[in-house]
């Protein structure tokens, strides 16, 4: 089993900027697309954005359209998720996921593996 581990949260003011990254284990990073997901308190874990196997497509939810970019490294098996303009709301969780295949959606039955979580928190 891939094992992923999210790393680059923290607490930024509002308006700020931080990028997160997800390493994963293994020798199949390449092969399946990368998502990142958010759960902030007593609300269930959503959808934030999703990119290929190649990095060629991206998908977003309608949310961080505009301020979030999801990239990937290859050859670093490593997965970002740079995040600009960040506002309070942002606040939660931030995981990042394995795709079940070369692409993926906002659904988190089209992914199979998934790291701990990475506390980011924006102050107003």
């Known amino acids: 089993q891939v094992h992923l581990v999210e790393s680059g949260g923290g607490l930024v003011q509002a308006g700020g900027s931080l990028r997160l990254s997800c390493v994963a284990s293994?020798?199949?990073?390449?092969?399946?697309?990368m998502g990142w997901f958010r759960q902030a308190p007593g609300k269930e874990r959503e959808f934030v954005a999703t990119?290929?196997?190649?990095?060629?497509?991206?998908s977003y939810a309608d949310f961080v359209k505009g301020r979030f970019t999801i990239s990937r490294d290859n050859a670093k098996n490593t997965v970002y998720l740079q995040m600009n303009s960040l506002k309070p709301e942002d606040t939660a969780v931030y995981y990042c996921?394995?795709?079940?295949?070369?692409?993926?959606?906002?659904?988190?039955?089209?992914?199979?593996?998934w790291g701990q979580g990475t506390q980011v928190t924006v102050s107003s």
């Open positions: 996921a394995q795709g079940r295949a070369s692409v993926a959606d906002g659904r988190p039955t089209t992914y199979q593996n």
């Open positions: 990119i290929s196997r190649s990095g060629i497509s991206t």
């Open positions: 293994g020798r199949t990073f390449s092969m399946y697309a």
